[in-house]
């Protein structure tokens, strides 16, 4: 800014004529740019070194309450460790967890219960929420992990003829299947995630718990870390009863 400052300076000395009265008015002229371009230059400087405002801090060690409730879930239904998943069918990310929950699971068969969570980004994701109404919607007809895979592995075909498309695809009663995607039933589920998700300070997805406590760590090996002090911490709360 400095620089156009003077730049505009000697632009203006260059264009002064002979002319005395001229000389005047262009002095005066050039006086009053260069008062602005200064009081300019100290509002950026203070910009420059505000600090950036920062979100709420989050406690990694906070267990926050995070019912299963109605939620799908994979695993056994009363398993002490629960790893709870808020995501979104058009998150990219999102379809990178899968595999991840695959593999602890696998390590962990009795031990972890695997719970989704509707948590669409309906600002940035068109096809989000219809996603989410869909996957619940084949819930009710006992396939929600079946048009959960189908969902994830068509992320950029999800506009609502090809929903009914991948209902007659996983072999539901499509014309339920539609019924139910439009219901009050299934979008009262929806919200009730997105509540959930904004009281345990869920901003993005995909956002992991585990028993929880969120996942900060999303690697196998980080995830399996959380799972064996839960483990533990379970036992130690049986064993002092």
């Known amino acids: 800014m400095r620089q156009v400052s003077a730049l505009i300076a000697l632009v203006l000395l260059a264009a002064c004529g002979s002319n005395s009265e001229d000389m005047k008015k262009i002095q005066e002229s050039q006086r009053l740019i260069l008062a602005k371009l200064a009081e300019l230059e100290k509002k950026i400087d203070q910009v420059s070194v505000k600090p950036a405002a920062q979100g709420p801090q989050i406690d990694p060690n906070r267990a926050y309450d995070i019912p299963v409730a109605n939620s799908p879930f994979k695993g056994a239904a009363k398993a002490p460790v629960v790893v709870t998943l808020f995501s979104d069918f058009q998150c990219p990310f999102c379809a990178q967890v899968s595999p991840l929950v695959d593999q602890v ?107 929880g406590k969120r996942v900060t760590n999303r690697t196998v090996e980080g995830m399996k870390q959380m799972v064996d002090d839960a483990l533990k911490a379970a036992k130690g709360v049986v064993g002092s009863r």
Do not use: C
């Open 105 to 211: 699971m696998k390590a962990y068969p009795k031990e972890v219960k695997f719970v989704y969570k509707e948590f669409p980004l309906v600002t940035i994701h068109q096809n989000a929420m219809p996603a989410a109404r869909a996957a619940l919607a084949a819930g009710k007809q006992g396939k929600f992990w079946d048009m959960h895979d189908k969902l994830f592995s068509n992320q950029r075909a999800l506009q609502p003829d090809n929903l009914k498309q991948y209902a007659k695809e996983i072999g539901l009663d499509v014309a339920k299947f539609e019924r139910d995607m439009k219901s009050p039933e299934v979008q009262k589920e929806i919200d009730e995630d997105v509540k959930l998700a904004q009281q345990s300070q869920v901003s993005g997805t995909p956002t992991l718990f585990i028993n």
